[in-house]
């Protein structure tokens, strides 16, 4: 599995040099995997209705996802208990790659709002000039020291989990771009809208 995660990571251009940012020894207790691949849920447990996003940290049509149809569906589906939303990480490049393996460094409501502020944020670190600096600095804001955020984003298993996971959605999945969905097993083909969401949850209600 290495070498098939290696060859991802060098198809996608995620281990190109970045200046001033070289790889880094992890935390003396490292980082906790087990915690760390857990699932990323929001909503109801026993909901009947699973719908699984497969995003990217720089994809701008996943911002505009999260910051103008999530609150709608939260409200509507999550909230209500009708839906749960299971957040799955698809990265793009090497910058999405990294903000993955930060937040997931967060359990429980820090992740969801690590997501948030990261989303909201999306086009001020991601094309910023230091976008490992900006990145820190939003690490911070959930509490993570700069030791933990490098920790974090230079953890090999937990990058090896993230790319793995990748290659799982898009080999078993037919996964190839993002935001994609799924909802209960099923491919969501041309469902992007609030309102598209609301009818094929309705019609699955």
């Not at 209500?80 to 429980?108: H, N, V, Y």
């Not at 944020?121 to 911070?140: C, F, H, I, M, T």
Request: proline share 5%; charged share 25%.
């Amino acid at each position: 599995m290495r070498r098939r995660t290696l060859n991802l990571v060098l198809g996608l251009g995620l281990i190109a040099p970045v200046a001033g940012m070289l790889p880094l020894p992890a935390l003396a207790e490292g980082v906790d995997l087990e915690k760390a691949s857990a699932p990323r849920v929001l909503g109801n447990p026993d909901a009947k209705i699973l719908i699984t996003e497969y995003f990217s940290m720089t994809c701008p049509h996943c911002a505009r996802f999260h910051t103008e149809v999530l609150p709608q569906l939260k409200e509507a589906f999550i909230d209500t208990g009708k839906i749960r939303l299971e957040m799955k990480d698809f990265p793009l490049d090497q910058w999405a790659l990294r903000a993955s393996a930060m937040a997931r460094c967060l359990d429980g409501k820090r992740y969801f709002a690590m997501i948030d502020i990261l989303m909201k944020k999306q086009e001020a670190w991601s094309r910023a000039n230091d976008p490992y600096g900006a990145l820190v600095k939003l690490g911070k804001l959930a509490g993570l020291s700069e030791a933990q955020v490098e920790a974090c984003m230079n953890d090999e298993p937990l990058i090896d989990y993230i790319l793995n996971e990748r290659l799982t959605a898009s080999r078993d999945l037919g996964i190839t771009s993002t935001p994609s969905f799924m909802m209960n097993g099923r491919k969501l083909d041309g469902v992007f809208t609030f309102e598209s969401f609301e009818e094929a949850i309705s019609d699955a209600l």
